[in-house]
């Protein structure tokens, strides 16, 4: 595999990440259990789906055979989708929502941290955009889960289902292949092995304040395949909605 | 349309402060600080490097065509880039993009809050109508990606914070 191979892959990873937790939490929009925070989960997707366009456009001229954006977001099929399998998860309850999120936001705020010490220019630009927003989001989810967490016998329950039904997830985002290494070696991206330990930190000192806890002995079900774009079945019915209109009338712009 | 006069890129700053933001009217792309450079190219036009407040903010296409349009009723032709480093940050709004913030009545990004830490002190808002600091945080997602909800507790009125980004 060439570093431009591994690039394209790895810019691929990222930005089908944002695209699909993005698009989910788009679904909310209209939906939000308030307005305030219909608002907020609107505005996340927003910048999700920002950050996808630039790690999209970036791939497009990395990959150099004349595709866009738009057609590495809307047009390829369900096995060539390579984001981790926790943000393609349905939004189920707001808790729900709220740890899928809450997983997330913490592992992002590492990594682009990290990424804006990238040797390539243009992932170390779009980190140092891109972190400025993974702060709100993170904060932001953060303090739902202690809210929630710690709140009524009937929010910490839900939220601790939802922690114990995605825990299992959470190992796919320090996911590793030859992609990584290649890209490691050269200087382009951060070792997410290196971070792990301040994740469970972060991780466990928040769920700590919010009297929540991770579950023990998941190691059983832990899935990492959406990196090589085996998906749950949730993704598929997902592209459906999201390429409907790109399939139905091809080119369309608005 | 030909014109004998030479353009310079000062010009072009000047009719730049004429271009608006389409969110947030009263201000325009200079006082929002978005405008790295503006470029002469050989053929005569002018490129213009723009940088996105946000990532995923729909304004930047819109300002963009409003920056190609408001050069061509003056006979400029030009194409606008956008850029992303170095990246924007709420400190490149101008002083007086700040004061017509606050006229409109959306209170202008405040020093003070840390960033540094996951739960760092946010900064003390002022309200834009009454001045009071006596104002409480109701959404730190607000109308606009970079808008924040919040109520003055003293003259009750609730109000956008332009959110502080660096």
């Not at chain 1, 990440?17 to 209209?30: A, K, P, T």
């Not at chain 1, 791939?59 to 981790?84: M, Q, S």
């Not at chain 2, 503006?38 to 002018?46: L, P, Q, T, Y």
Request: glycine share 6%; net charge negative; proline share 4%.
């Amino acid at each position: 595999m060439t570093k431009e191979e591994a690039l394209f892959q790895f810019l691929l990873r990222k930005a089908d990440d944002s695209l699909i937790l993005g698009h989910r939490l788009s679904e909310w929009c209209g939906h939000g259990p308030v307005l305030e925070e219909d608002i907020a989960l609107s505005n996340i997707a927003l910048d999700l789906i920002g950050q996808a366009t630039e790690l999209f456009k970036y791939a497009a001229e990395v990959e150099g055979k004349g595709r866009t954006e738009d057609d590495l977001a809307f047009l390829r099929i369900e096995r060539e989708y390579r984001n981790v399998l926790l943000v393609e998860q349905p939004n189920g309850d707001f808790g729900k929502t709220i740890v899928r999120q809450f997983f997330f936001d913490q592992f992002e705020l590492l990594f682009y941290q990290a990424l804006t010490q990238s040797k390539d220019d243009h992932i170390k630009a779009i980190a140092e955009k891109t972190i400025l927003e993974i702060r709100y989001h993170a904060r932001h989810s953060a303090e739902w889960i202690i809210r929630l967490g710690d709140g009524t016998e009937e929010s910490h329950e839900r939220v601790q289902k939802s922690i114990n039904e995605l825990a299992r997830f959470v190992d796919e985002l320090f996911y590793q292949d030859e992609v990584d290494e290649i890209l490691i070696n050269a200087g382009i991206i951060a070792d997410s092995k290196k971070l792990r330990e301040a994740f469970d930190k972060n991780v466990a000192d928040i769920l700590s304040e919010a009297t929540l806890s991770l579950p023990e002995n998941n190691w059983q079900n832990k899935i990492t395949s959406g990196r090589k774009g085996i998906h749950t079945e949730h993704l598929g019915y997902l592209l459906t909605e999201l390429q409907y209109m790109q399939r139905t009338y091809p080119g369309l712009q608005w | 349309m030909s014109t004998t006069k030479e353009i310079t890129s000062e010009y072009i700053w000047k009719l730049l402060e004429e271009v608006p933001d389409p969110e947030i009217p009263v201000v325009s792309v200079i006082d929002l600080g978005v405008i790295r450079h503006v470029i002469k190219e050989d053929d005569g036009s002018w490129t213009i490097k723009m940088t996105p407040t946000y990532t995923g903010c729909p304004a930047t296409n819109f300002m963009a065509m409003n920056v190609v349009s408001r050069l061509k009723e003056d006979g400029i032709k030009s194409k606008v880039d956008i850029v992303l480093s170095p990246a924007w940050i709420t400190d490149y709004i101008t002083e007086e993009g700040r004061r017509k913030l606050k006229e409109y009545g959306v209170a202008p990004p405040q020093q003070g809050g840390d960033s540094s830490t996951l739960f760092g002190k946010r900064p003390d808002v002022i309200c834009p109508r009454c001045d009071s600091t006596n104002t409480t945080m109701v959404s730190n997602f607000g109308s606009t990606a970079c808008k924040a909800f919040y109520k003055c507790n003293d003259c009750l009125e609730p109000f956008d914070y332009f959110k502080c980004h660096k």
